[in-house]
C-alpha cells in the first residue's frame, strides 16, 4: 500500500491516507498487454481504494476530464441517488465516491433478483422519455455494428444483412429511452443493510435505451426468465419496454460484441449469440 503523509491539524492529526489500486496486478497487467500484442482498445481509467481516518472511499481516474464529469452529472441527476454511493468530490478527471461494502448478490437468489427487478424499476421509472426512433442513432449505429461484424468475419458477410434486414422488420416505431445500468454484473452490486446498491458508478448512463441494462445480464445469465423479469421491472415502476426488448438486446449485442473484439476478448466473440435474429 502506498502511504501519503499528511499535515497536523489544530484539534489534532489528520489520519494518513492509504491509498492502492483496487485491481489485481495480474489483471493490470494483462490488460496492458492485450493492448500492446493484440493491439486492441483497453480501458484509460484506473480505480484505487483510499483509506482516510478509518473510512474508506473509492478513487475514478479517467482519461479525460468530459468522462469524470459526466459520471458527476449522472450521480447529481439519476433519480434514485441513494441506490448509488454519495458522490465525495469531481476534481479535473478524477471522481471520489464513498465505498460500499456488503455481499455480492447473485441472480439466481430470489430475493436479490427481486431486488435487482426493484432497482432497475425505480431507475426507469422517472427522467425516461418516449421518442420516435428515427430521431435517434440507433438504427443506424446498429446496422455499423453489423457491418463492422460481417467485414471482421464473426458473422459471415450474408448473416450480418440478414440480421440487419431482420432489424428492420422488428424495429419499434417509439422507444423509451433513460437513465440505464450498463453493465449489472455481479460484482458491480452490493447488498449493504438488505438493500441492492449499484457501485460500480460509470456504469450509470443517461439517454440509454432502455432495457440495455437486462440485455446485459442476459449475456452472464442466460437462464434469466427475462419476460417475467421485465413483468416485474413494469410492475416496480417502469415504462412498458416489452415492445422494445427483443429490439434492444440485439442493439446491445451488435454493440457488445463490437467493442469485445476492439477488445481482444475474443473468448467473449460467439457468432452463436445472434440465433434468432
Known sequence: MEWISTSTAANGVIGRIGHRPAHRLSRRLLNTLRSWFLGGVRKSQAVYFVDINGHRYKRVVFGDSRQAEGVEA?????????????????????????????????????????????????????????????????????????????????LTERRAVEIAEHADVIRPRTVWQGFDYVDPVAKNFVIADGELRAIDVESLQPGQLLATGIAKCRVHAPELDVERFIGEVIDAGAPDIRAQYAYTELCFLAGWTKRKLLAGKRHYVQAERFQGY
Open 74 to 154: 449522472a450521480l447529481r441527476t439519476v433519480p434514485i441517488r441513494q441506490a448509488f454511493p454519495r458522490l465525495v468530490e469531481r476534481h479535473e478527471n478524477e471522481i471520489w465516491v464513498e465505498f460500499i461494502s456488503g455481499r455480492r448478490p447473485s441472480l439466481g437468489n430470489a430475493a436479490d433478483l427481486a431486488q435487482l427487478a426493484q432497482f432497475f424499476g425505480r431507475l426507469y421509472a422517472q427522467e425516461s422519455r418516449s421518442c420516435p426512433l428515427a430521431e435517434t442513432p440507433w438504427h443506424e449505429q446498429l446496422h455499423t455494428d453489423l457491418w463492422f461484424l460481417g467485414n471482421s468475419g464473426v
